[in-house]
């Protein structure tokens, strides 16, 4: 059995999928699903079962000798939230508990980090495990920070030999896009986002610079396929020899306004781009550049390519957001 936290949010529902095409069928969500459309992400899987979070441990005491592993994407996402206390309870708290429990049962734990670890950039993008390494990084926001806390501390206990789960894998995501991303409003993707005002009959559109060394629309992000991040998934369940810290990343900068272009050419149409200023909240805590070294991954034995973003944009637009039915 394999127990999914957050399956139902957008990351956890694509992980689901991919391991139903390995011909999984003991697959549990844990997630709260409310009263949108967030059970859509999942209606397509045969699942063995629905777990709301606040049972889950009572859940896993009750199957402990079934479960093979648990994937941890559960968490407060938002990087603007800004009731820190329940950051610290969701994201912070249970992921600690449940790296404990898994140690406690010799049960493999793979969660998600966040790229939002690395903060402004400065110290480069490398998913260095050393706790010196990981004790200068100073993350922009409240999410990031408590993503930053659970890898220094699981990080510290693997290097005084501390009790872990068999296999851990704090997976350091970077700008996602992909299906199963619409329940999440303003965190969506700028890929989706620019999709819908250009479908809708407006133009793209795309924050100013306010930079001298960017031109607008010029701000560089590391896009990563939803594809390539289940196959490190689904790659790692195969190798439970990987442990540590992993970047996930594309390994290639782009820049925002590529991502519009490449938009408009899955949709077959002359790009249109109107440049915006940014919130002023923003402009101080906002990264200008990320990128993630993979070096890692790549030692680690994941030989698999990263999807270009052109051939990633196409996938998404043309199999998923112009199809009657988005989903996966």
């Not at 967030?38 to 209606?43: E, G, L, P, Q, V």
């Not at 990320?290 to 030989?303: H, M, N, P, V, Y």
Request: aromatic residues 10%.
């Amino acid at each position: 059995m394999i127990v999914v936290t957050g399956g139902a949010g957008f990351i956890g529902s694509n992980i689901l999928a991919g391991l139903e095409a390995d011909g999984r069928t003991d697959l549990v969500v844990v997630d709260t699903l409310g009263s949108d459309d967030k059970w859509r992400n999942i209606a397509g899987r045969g699942l063995a079962d629905v777990v709301r979070p606040d049972r889950l441990f009572n859940f896993l005491d009750a199957r402990a000798d079934a479960i093979e592993a648990v994937i941890h994407m559960g968490a407060i996402s938002s990087t603007e939230e800004r009731d820190s206390d329940v950051i610290v309870e969701n994201n912070i708290r249970l992921t600690l508990d449940l790296t404990g429990w898994c140690a406690r049962h010799g049960v493999r734990l793979i969660y998600a980090s966040s790229a939002a670890t690395y903060g402004d950039g400065a110290l480069g993008f490398d998913d260095d495990a050393e706790p010196g390494a990981l004790a200068r990084l100073r993350p922009l926001n409240a999410y990031g920070w408590s993503k930053h806390m659970v890898d220094r501390r699981i990080v510290d206990l693997s290097r005084r030999g501390a009790t872990l789960p068999p296999q851990w894998a704090g997976l350091k995501f970077f700008n996602v896009y992909g299906p199963n991303e619409y329940h999440k409003g303003g965190q969506r993707s700028v890929a989706h986002q620019v999709f819908e005002r250009i479908r809708d009959g407006g133009e793209a559109r795309l924050f100013r610079s306010h930079r001298p060394d960017y031109p607008h629309g010029g701000q560089l992000r590391d896009f990563v396929w939803i594809g390539d991040c289940v196959a490190v998934v689904r790659w790692l369940l195969d190798t439970p020899a990987a442990s540590g810290l992993f970047n996930v990343g594309s390994g290639k900068a782009r820049s925002f306004a590529d991502m519009a272009r490449a938009v408009y050419a899955a949709m077959n149409r002359q790009p249109e781009i109107e440049f915006v200023d940014m919130p002023v909240h923003l402009r101080e805590k906002y990264q200008y550049f990320t990128e993630a070294k993979i070096d890692r991954l790549r030692q680690a034995g994941f030989t698999a390519p990263m999807t270009e973003l052109e051939d990633g944009i196409a996938a998404y637009v043309r199999g998923h957001l112009q199809s009657d039915d988005p989903y996966i």
